[in-house]
């Protein structure tokens, strides 16, 4: 059968529609989701700019703020565990320590400090810098105040102050090193599972939990150990001096708290940091020089140290 308007069958004409009207809704279904794409991308960027918006009015500049123009103490948060890629990280404190000693209105520096420790490089760069600052500095205290825990890594910065301060509950010292993992080894030959490690080394599996630790490995490991060790009583003795007891407890890994750290010449006094403010430094306005983060810094980072801590697991720390 032929359609009499244009000689074409009616079938072809059917199909020829049917084509036609499909080719205009998936037009169409491609505009919609185009549409989508770019509402869902605007309102990400419009989240982001709140976020970055609501930072800048929480914190108008990088260090300080606008209450940084007047006479004040110049304070930096050193919190949780110092590592690669942690809010106490080195890269991240040390431009804020910088900004603290430079500050022609900040009168002295605090290091507040709540932390159980962590990478005995990172704590050696910020305890440093510290004394360096304090070398082209040298009219500008610092000084060091221990919150819940100066643990460690956390003590090991704080002995660059010129005084330490700790509350009579905090715990203060674990002066010591540890590398810490576990071994599998007993629990592969029950299940029957063999290890393969190919290396180009002969010491390149180093630690491997799945092979057995023999004599030469744990006296060479110790040995390393015992150098960092050695390296954190030195910055201790540089910072404290006299004020130490001679106690070989001291460096013995022992944590302790705050009233046996004053005796044990770990810590200057008992205080909080408005009472160091207060009482020692006398001057009331406190600033805070901690770098802020937004919150997509944080996921990000966080994400980063569990999965550094995850692969690294036989890496050693300082608590």
């Not at 900040?106 to 932390?115: E, G």
């Not at 700790?166 to 629990?187: C, E, P, R």
């Amino acid at each position: 059968m032929t359609d009499k308007n244009n000689g074409m069958p009616w079938e072809r004409e059917l199909l020829r529609d049917f084509m036609f009207t499909l080719h205009k809704e998936q037009v169409k279904d491609r505009r919609w989701r185009m549409l989508l794409k770019i509402l869902r991308a605007s309102g990400i960027i419009l989240v982001m700019l709140i976020v970055f918006k609501l930072g800048s009015a929480a914190k108008p500049s990088p260090f300080g703020g606008n209450e940084a123009a007047k006479s004040h103490i110049a304070y930096i948060n050193i919190r949780g565990e110092i590592s690669p890629g942690a809010s106490a990280d080195a890269d991240n404190l040390i431009p804020a320590i910088k900004a603290a000693f430079k500050s022609e209105t900040s009168k002295a520096v605090v290091l507040r400090i709540n932390s159980p420790g962590g990478s005995p490089v990172q704590s050696g760069r910020i305890y440093e810098e510290v004394k360096y600052q304090k070398e082209i500095y040298p009219n500008k205290k610092v000084f060091a105040v221990i919150g819940d825990i100066g643990a460690s890594g956390g003590y090991y910065i704080a002995a660059a102050a010129d005084e330490i301060y700790a509350d009579q509950a905090s715990l203060v010292g674990s002066i010591g090193v540890i590398s810490s993992g576990f071994g599998f080894t007993g629990l592969m030959n029950k299940l029957g599972v063999e290890r393969r490690a190919i290396t180009a080394g002969e010491n390149k599996a180093l630690l491997d939990p799945f092979a057995p630790l023999d004599d030469s490995t744990r006296l060479f490991w110790e040995d390393v150990l015992d150098r960092t060790h050695k390296q954190f009583i030195a910055r201790v003795k540089e910072g404290r001096g006299e004020r130490l007891k001679e106690d070989p407890r001291v460096f013995s890994g022992l944590i302790w708290n705050g009233e046996q750290a004053l005796e044990m010449g770990l810590i200057d006094g008992l205080g909080s940091m408005n009472t160091v403010a207060r009482d020692v430094i006398n001057e009331p306005n406190l600033v805070d020089y901690t770098p802020s983060r937004d919150i997509f810094q944080r996921i990000t980072q966080s994400a980063k140290v569990a999965v550094s801590a995850f692969a690294n697991e036989q890496t050693f720390k300082m608590y």
